[in-house]
């Protein structure tokens, strides 16, 4: 019976999901700062953060706010990471080239990827065009993600060597990982 308990319990309910595999491994990682700027795709990821009391999680009204809060958070000894979505990362460059890679922050971000696979808004897909190649000329490391399969060890790895290298990195979540979002009508 203790078996089938632990299978249905809150805390393993998300274990197999992508957003329940991103919060086993900010545990497993000592990251427990986790600001964000709302977005759809990542709703359940920050509910399920918020509902956890290891995690400090609250919205902020820009990502380079949440990257200046991250940032401080390390040099006074504790770890975070960022959640955005594309279109939020078009704004990150000069924080991401005068703070984040010359300091050697070790910042994690978790980028929902909008803009392709069925976009609905131009905008979006603009943006998303320039994201790789501005993180490509950053030299900051990054991973897109669309297996469920390899996210887990594609996160973990990712936090891993942010930390003991000090360099950022950004886990693009593709539409193919997380479903994306999808127009209302």
Known sequence: MAVAEEKTS??????????????????RNDISLVPYVPDRVLTTLIKNLHADP???????????EA??????AWMGGRRGAVLMQTSGFATLANVLASLAMPYQIPLIMFVSERGTLG???????????TMR???DSLAMEHH?????????????????????????????LSPLLTG??????
């Not at 609905?120 to 998303?128: A, P, T």
């Open 10 to 27: 809150p805390e393993n309910s998300h274990e197999k999901s992508w957003h329940g595999i991103v919060l086993q491994a900010l545990k």
């Open 119 to 129: 976009e609905f808004n131009y905008g979006q897909s603009l943006v998303c065009r």
């Open 144 to 172: 897109t993600v669309t297996r469920l399969d390899e996210f887990e060890f594609i996160c973990d790895r990712s936090i891993k060597q942010a930390i003991s290298t000090q360099a950022p990195v950004a886990l693009i």
């Open 67 to 72: 990257v200046g809060i991250v940032s401080g």
């Open 54 to 64: 290891f995690f400090t999680t609250f919205p902020t009204a820009r990502e380079e």
């Open 180 to 185: 994306g979002k999808v127009l209302d009508k």
């Open 133 to 135: 190649p501005v993180l």
